[in-house]
């Protein structure tokens, strides 16, 4: 089993979304990879050092999974009803 590999969730160890969860949608090479986290979901690429990897994998191509994954529709929804309070 590779851990890197596109597909695999892990948990962001450092910066501004550090202990979230995250999935490698793309790999550069062995060092740097590209992930969507729950705070960002926008891809942007990171080094492997800032991530710990899990034993579970998505279909990177179902974006339904990735979100259910990553808790993404549910943080949508929040926003969406926080807007209508207004």
């Known amino acids: 089993m590779a851990l890197i590999e596109t597909g695999r969730v892990c948990i962001k160890k450092s910066g501004r979304d550090a202990g979230d969860k995250a999935v490698i ?5 062995k060092n ?3 992930i969507m986290t729950h705070t960002r979901p926008k891809a942007r690429k990171i080094n492997v050092k ?9 279909d990177v191509n179902n974006t339904a999974e990735i979100n259910t994954t990553l808790e993404i529709a549910e943080k949508q ?9 207004k």
Not at 25 to 29: E, L, M, Q
Request: proline residues 0%; glycine residues 0%; without cysteine.
């Open 25 to 29: 949608t793309k790999i550069f090479d």
């Open 32 to 34: 740097f990879v590209e």
């Open 50 to 58: 800032h991530l710990e990897f899990l034993n579970e994998k998505v």
């Open 77 to 85: 929804q929040h926003v969406q009803e926080a807007k209508k309070k």
